[in-house]
């Protein structure tokens, strides 16, 4: 095969053992902290969503699974909750621990927990750092569970990690999970281009590219292209690239259904709004309510 052929799944200074934390080379971690920006540049639909759900349900303790430099998390804490964040990506967590850091006056933070965890062995991971914990409510938001590929391609290990989402969390708790609006990708080979989590003030281009074996769409890769910014603040283009699994809204709607028994209330947002009222939504967001 052609050098020209060959299709890249990681970023450049990625290990070689896989993908699971395609943020390793530091890079794609330092640009995509400027990316998102910090809490105060969330969107307000957002934050009214997240934080207006998880009142309404009265919950209080909250997991986040796929915390990254931690920018949800403070948003969470800043309303209140108490946060546990955990991801795998020790560089995304440097990020998380220097913003706990510079928060140390605030007594909010001080009960704010940061540790590394796996999806896979969620639940022995949260047991190691706080022995019989539960939560009242799970967050994967921001794309994150598709970073999970489908290497034996049977989907085993996203339906287990979901399974343990669901382990975690108390009788009655709720579980936000999204994904991309990958059946657009498929269809159009581009990515629906407005941003419903942060206000990024920064110039993006995101190229979207989708592989397909057999016939069948394996992985789609965003390279994301930042421009340098008149104020110097970014001073050269920054370029990396992250690779997801598609999937598609009925089969990961199924997936989700079987991971709780098939017993749990489910929702499905388009952008946060009812389904039905968006044509072409960015995002999917799924909030499963575990059986009493």
């Not at 799944?9 to 990316?35: M, T």
């Not at 920006?37 to 639909?45: C, E, K, L, P």
Request: with cysteine; charged share 25%.
């Amino acid at each position: 095969m052609s050098a020209d052929k060959v299709f890249h799944s990681r970023s450049e200074g990625i290990p070689s053992e896989g993908v699971k934390d395609q943020y390793a080379d530091g890079k794609a971690a330092r640009v995509w902290k400027k990316y998102i920006g910090d809490s105060n540049q969330r969107t307000q639909n957002y934050k009214d969503f997240l934080t207006g759900l998880l009142r309404k349900h009265n919950c209080v303790k909250v997991l986040d699974v796929a915390c990254g430099t931690g920018i949800d998390s403070m948003m969470l804490v800043d309303e209140g909750f108490k946060v546990v964040s955990v991801d795998a990506s020790d560089k995304m967590l440097k990020h998380a621990l220097k913003a706990r850091w510079e928060k140390r006056k605030d007594p909010r933070y001080d009960e704010w927990v940061i540790e590394e965890a796996s999806w896979e062995t969620l639940p022995r991971d949260v047991q190691s750092f706080m022995p019989g914990a539960t939560f009242d409510a799970v967050i994967c938001l921001g794309n994150s569970f598709a970073h999970l590929l489908d290497e034996y391609e049977d989907q085993r290990t996203q339906k287990m990690c979901l399974e343990n989402f669901a382990k975690v969390l108390k009788p009655g708790g709720l579980l936000f999970i999204d994904h991309r609006n990958y059946d657009a990708m498929i269809d159009s080979g581009a990515t629906p281009g407005h941003s419903i989590y942060y206000n990024c003030k920064y110039p993006v281009d995101i190229k979207t590219s989708v592989l397909v074996v057999g016939g069948k769409p394996e992985l789609v890769a965003l390279d994301y292209c930042i421009g340098a910014t008149a104020d110097g603040e970014i001073s050269e283009r920054s370029e990396f690239r992250l690779c997801y699994y598609p999937h598609k809204l009925d089969k990961f709607t199924v997936m989700l259904d079987e991971a709780f028994g098939n017993k749990a209330q489910h929702s499905i947002y388009a952008d946060f709004k009812p389904l039905d009222q968006v044509e072409n939504p960015a995002y999917y967001i799924h909030v499963m309510q575990k059986p009493l």
